[in-house]
């Protein structure tokens, strides 16, 4: 799956363009993505769309139909827009991180992928975690304008459970 297909899926709808029609000062400003390794594993796919005018923020969830949700906010932030220039394939990225655990000795299988589509100073980046078997984690960051995975560190369930008992 990539993000071209879902995007051009997500615009094509009814309700994307009634929504844009309304509010056509909206910009995509962040995704979320959850891919299960197996095929129908409950996938996940949301783009978020913020209105400047109004400080709201708009969820598209496209999970069996493309569905908006208003998303509750705790900030008055001004949300940076996404640019969606570059798009990104979700099986390559899957391929990138496996040669990257090989590499790191890393021997967990991959049981569901979490990304969350944002721009941080500038760049279009995708934030990841992997759920890996044995209770591992890996926690990534990938440039989508470069492909390539900007940082990578493999953590434990455990590790995170140390954190929060300090």
């Known amino acids: 799956m990539n993000s071209q297909f879902l995007l051009e899926k997500l615009e ?3 309700e994307f363009k009634k929504f844009m ?3 056509p000062k909206a910009y995509l ?3 979320f993505f959850e891919i299960g390794s197996e ?3 409950g996938d996940k796919y949301h783009f978020d769309y913020y209105i400047p005018s109004s400080k709201k923020t708009f969820s598209f969830e496209m999970e069996n139909e493309i569905k908006l949700v208003e998303l509750e906010r705790f ?3 001004v949300l940076d827009e996404v640019s969606m220039k570059n798009h990104f394939d979700f099986d ?5 991180i496996s040669r990257e655990m090989e590499f790191q000795k890393i021997r967990n299988k991959i049981q569901r992928m979490i990304f969350s589509l944002q721009k941080i100073e500038g760049k279009d980046l995708l934030l990841g975690t992997i759920f890996l078997s044995g209770l591992g984690l890996i926690k990534f960051n990938f440039d989508i304008a470069e492909k390539r995975i ?3 560190e493999k953590k434990s369930l455990f590790d995170m459970m140390k954190i ?3």
């Open 75 to 77: 900030d008055e932030k």
């Open 29 to 31: 400003c962040s995704g």
């Open 164 to 166: 929060v008992k300090k």
């Open 21 to 23: 029609k309304e509010n």
């Open 12 to 14: 094509n709808s009814c």
């Open 92 to 96: 390559k990225i899957k391929e990138m």
């Open 39 to 41: 095929e129908n594993s």
């Open 150 to 152: 900007a940082e990578f």
